[in-house]
């Protein structure tokens, strides 16, 4: 049985447009049989945080920070033309109408396909986050040197 | 997505079995050769009808 060729991604991005072509290339590579990890790091955190619940932290500007940067899957603004949520709710029209799966469903898709989601211990401990303000569907928390372990095995690596 | 639903049902077939993909992404017409070569499947061919694209792959491994 031929070795699974490896891809790996950062996810340092926390907007929706960013998150949303980073799972499509997750969901595109697994299908194909490949062995997909997902590194989220800094603002990509946001994208793995749950969305119920507050996030606990200590010191006023990791208290500022985690309140202005609550994070969540559906709190994820858009790139570009946010337009303070208007452009996000027309980016969700627009994938309604072409049945483009929502993100939570792809992250849903990916996880089944067996992608693993690895949250970047750095970036917690800088912005004060514990593993308990992620969903369930992380798989491990660990560093850049994780990252590098696997990248180097790596077909396709790619930063979003 | 139709690659990713035509990874999920290929898992079902036996090796020989034909499955016949229904997509109306036009993107369909490079991505399922492209699917096909990496995987080791075989793409039999492609239909386009009134935007309506048929895609048939072969299970081969």
């Known amino acids: 049985m031929a070795e699974k060729e490896r891809v790996t991604l950062v996810v340092f991005s926390g907007e929706l447009d960013k998150a949303l072509a980073a799972f499509n290339i997750a969901i595109g590579a697994a299908s194909m049989g490949m062995e997909v990890s997902m590194f989220f790091t800094f603002w990509g955190l946001n994208v793995i945080k749950r969305n119920e619940g507050g996030i606990k932290s200590k010191g006023i500007m990791r208290r500022m920070l985690n309140f202005m940067n609550r994070g969540g899957s559906k709190r994820l603004p858009l790139s570009k033309f946010q337009m303070l949520g208007l452009g996000k709710w027309m980016i969700g029209r627009l994938m309604r109408d072409v049945k483009s799966p929502p993100l939570e469903e792809m992250m849903a898709m990916a996880k089944g396909m067996g992608v693993k989601f690895i949250a970047c211990t750095t970036s917690m401990g800088m912005m004060g986050i514990s593993k308990e303000a992620f969903i369930p569907e992380v798989d491990s928390f660990a560093g850049v040197a994780t990252y590098l372990a696997e990248a180097k095995e790596g077909k396709v690596n790619l930063f979003v | ?61």
Request: glycine content about 8%.
């Open chain 2, 1 to 61: 997505m139709p690659i990713y639903h035509t990874a999920n049902k290929l898992k079902e077939l036996e090796i020989g079995q034909v499955l016949e993909i229904l997509a109306d992404d036009e993107g369909i017409k490079e991505d399922m050769p492209a699917w096909c070569q990496v995987t080791g499947n075989e793409l039999l061919g492609i239909e386009e009808e009134a935007g309506q694209y048929k895609a048939y792959v072969k299970k081969s491994k």
